[in-house]
């Protein structure tokens, strides 16, 4: 594992990884604490990737090597950068990767005689279709097509309503890693107003879902939504998800809220102002280094668990 924490304490002679805290300097009339917990996002990823290593490991000796297929369609140059990151930590972790770039000119069957081959392929466990996709593609159609069993990112219809039941083995990445990086740091989403900002099929409304499940009470804006900073405003948790850089801001942030960042904007920058967000969260996600990170790690997840699921039937057939 590349990543080092930042301190480790002993406990009962256990190393255990410290919460990184900073203190920062208030505006005067700010009347928050001064401490706030910056959600690292690699610390999460890095527990996440400890966890799968034995699990590669049984599989292997058993002759089964978990399988992640990506596919990219198009050469846009930051989607190119996380599918090549996400086949980078397959790889490190023991996990296969295949990866699929097809040219920007791709049609709907095309893409889908493609995902159709990576289904009947045994050795294949997960298909990743990198959204977004050029605009001649009908995206849903393509996802439609993805193997239930395969549907690592939560992406087909079936999916997606599993996912809204709460059932799902395989939700989206990107709200799964949201949820996992509460659940590591303990923070509860049980009562808590959840306003998630942003309302899109892998990400938003998955989320929303996700934090319903968990007993939330879930405001989800997008961008037709009367009074945004008034809403925003109520969240004691608050998801920005609408792919626009810096786009909330510090005063719209009730003091203490919970913030996580899921925005990917050119040049690594969030949906969020994180400096200005930082004096009123009591505990926020960066960008780079926050949610990223966690959902890389939950598509590794995904897919060692969709090959354990292959192995568990092959042995009651
Ligand atoms: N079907 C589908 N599922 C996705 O999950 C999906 C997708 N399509 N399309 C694009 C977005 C974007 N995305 C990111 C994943 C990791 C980082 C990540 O790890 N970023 C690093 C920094 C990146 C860098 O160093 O360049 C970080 O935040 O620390 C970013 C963005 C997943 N997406």
Redesign the pocket.
Known sequence: MDYKPYAWAEVRGCHIPLPLYVSIELERDDKMTTEKLILD?NRVAADIKESLLFRINRLSAKGIIPCLATILVGDDPS?A??VR?KGNACQRLGIQSIRVVLPTNTSTDELIAVISKLNADPNVHGI????PVPKQIDERAAFEAINIEKDV?G?TTLGFAQNAFGLADFPS??PAAIVAILDYYNISIEGKHAVVIGRSP?LGKPVSLMLLNKNATVTTCHSKTTNLVDVVRLGDIVVAAVGKPKFVQGDWIKPGAVVLDAG?NVG?IGDVDYDACLKRASAITP????V??V??ATLLKHTVEAAEKLEQQQIIQ
Request: aromatic share 8%.
């Open positions: 996002g989607s950068t996380y990151m990743l279709l990198q959204h990112d992406v990445c990107t892998i990917y690594n960008v780079p280094a926050g990223g990170p959902t890389i």
